[in-house]
Structure formats: structure tokens, C-alpha cells
């Protein structure tokens, strides 16, 4: 840029990991005119749960979970979770470790220690020394409720069925069965023959 004879640069966050700023830095010892923090709210839309986990050294923690007919907490399936790109990995409901975008890495990237009697915020604390800012947690398991009710999930999903518009609703229809407390919805959307309700942590 500065070899280009670009005058003037914004940012929307700068990057916590850069040495004095980074880039930045270098821009304006260049005498280049810098301004950060524009549009910095919209970019945190993106960016907040990495920012997250780079201040809390634990990865962004998001639980996602089907309920069925019978109240049951089901993993979601590859069809249903469209962000599955955006998230580093995967926690199975039958604990094993999945990359998010499969392939991207090499398998030995990342592996989960073993969890038996291991606290939630040790295992969180191993996976984000392996590189992990993101995890999804799916489905119901001792180690998702631990999370949860250590506050260490920032964000569920529960996808519920959906009704015919004739039809009487199910008993857990709108009752969100076992939703934790602590937990605002913030987004309620159609996902095919699902309700997908989005919580954050209030």
C-alpha cells in the first residue's frame, strides 16, 4: 500500500494478534491517513466469536440440537447445520472430533483428550491450544450440559419440528425442552421442516 501511494486506509477492527497494531502501524509511520473502528459493530457480527476466543483463551462454543417427537435431544445432520464452513470443529454427539470444513487440515490437526472426569473448561482450553477458536457441540452429552451450565456455551440452536398448519401442536412444540437458563432468543427462522431458534447468552 504504501508503495502504491494509497493516502489514506480504514479498518473496521484491528487485528488483536498484530504487535503494535500491525500493519497499521506501519501505515501511519508512512504517513499514510489510518482510521479504525468504522463500521467495527457490523464487522463483530463476523469476527466477534474469534475475537472471543482470543480474549478468553477458550474456543466460541456454539450447541446445537434437534428435539424430536418424543422431547428427545438429538445431534443435528449435515443437512440442517448450513454453518457448519464457519466453525473450526465439530463435537459428535458420540464424541468424536470432526474439522468443520473436513479435509482442510491434516488429521492429526486436531484430537480431543480423553474427557472422562476432565473439567469442561480443561478440554476447551486443550482443543483452543490446537488451534480451535470455534467448536459446535452437537446433540445432547454430559459434556454439552457441563458447558452450559458452566456458561461456557455462548450460543444454541435448537431446531424444532414443525407442524401442519391444521394440525394440533406437540407437547414440546414452543416449550423448548431442557433449553438452559441464561439464554435470550434472538433469531427465530424456517430451516425445511424445522423451526431453528437461535439463543445467545443474555
Known sequence: MIDAG???????????TSREEGGAARLKAAGVDVEADVLSDEARLVTGPWLEA???????????????SESRLDPVSDGVVTFRPEL?????????LEEGVPGAHSPDVFSLLAMA???????LADLFSRGVRSLL??????LAVAMADSGLVKRI??????QPASSRPA????????????????AVAAAGPYVRLDLVKD
Open 171 to 186: 407437547a414440546s412444540v414452543g416449550q423448548l425442552p431442557d433449553a438452559p437458563a441464561g439464554y435470550e432468543v434472538h
Open 137 to 142: 457441540v452437537s446433540g445432547r452429552t454430559k
Open 88 to 96: 473450526d470443529a465439530i463435537l459428535t454427539s458420540d464424541g468424536r
Open 157 to 162: 440452536t435448537i431446531y424444532v419440528p414443525r
Open 54 to 68: 482470543l480474549a478468553s483463551g477458550l474456543p466460541h462454543v456454539h450447541w446445537a440440537y434437534v428435539v424430536d
Open 6 to 16: 494509497i493516502a489514506r486506509v480504514v479498518i473496521a477492527v484491528i487485528d488483536p
Open 117 to 123: 472426569g476432565v473439567e469442561p473448561t480443561a478440554v
